[in-house]
Nanobody, 120 residues
Framework: QVQLVESGGGLVQPGGSLRLSCAAS????????MGWYREAPGKQRELVAS????????????DSVKGRFTISGDNAKNTVYTVWLQMNSLKLEDTAVYYC?????????WGQGTQVTVSS
């Protein structure tokens, strides 16, 4: 089992920045990638960014956030792997609930979600 604890999110004006973090603990040796999805009202959940664990930490971004968002990860603490999503130049359409996900060999694990609201 893998436990995910998310933090960050909140209300920000257009053009502002926020940083989300997600700490994975438990059977983290089984995780090969982590990422962030988002779900806006009336829209399907979409992948925002992901990062491979090990192997150079290859990252992937959706076209809608490329150049504005940055995903990074750290496993300095051997029992916890943390991934961050730095969000810059936020737009109204970035408003959504953001979910952390850990992709494991046997299952995927989801965080509880954190609200990001971009509004003037």
């Amino acid at each position: 089992q893998v436990q995910l604890v998310e933090s960050g999110g909140g209300l920000v004006q257009p053009g502002g920045s926020l940083r989300l973090s997600c700490a994975a603990s438990g059977s983290i040796v089984s995780i090969y990638a982590m990422g962030w999805y988002r779900e806006a009202p009336g829209k399907q959940r979409e992948l925002v960014a992901s990062i491979k664990i090990g192997g150079g930490g290859v990252t992937h971004y959706s076209d809608s956030v490329k150049g504005r968002f940055t995903i990074s990860g750290d496993n300095a603490k051997n029992t916890v792997y943390t991934v961050w999503l730095q969000m810059n130049s936020l737009k109204l359409e970035d408003t959504a609930v953001y979910y952390c996900v850990a992709e494991g060999l046997e299952a995927d694990y989801w965080g509880q979600g954190t609200q990001v609201t971009v509004s003037s």
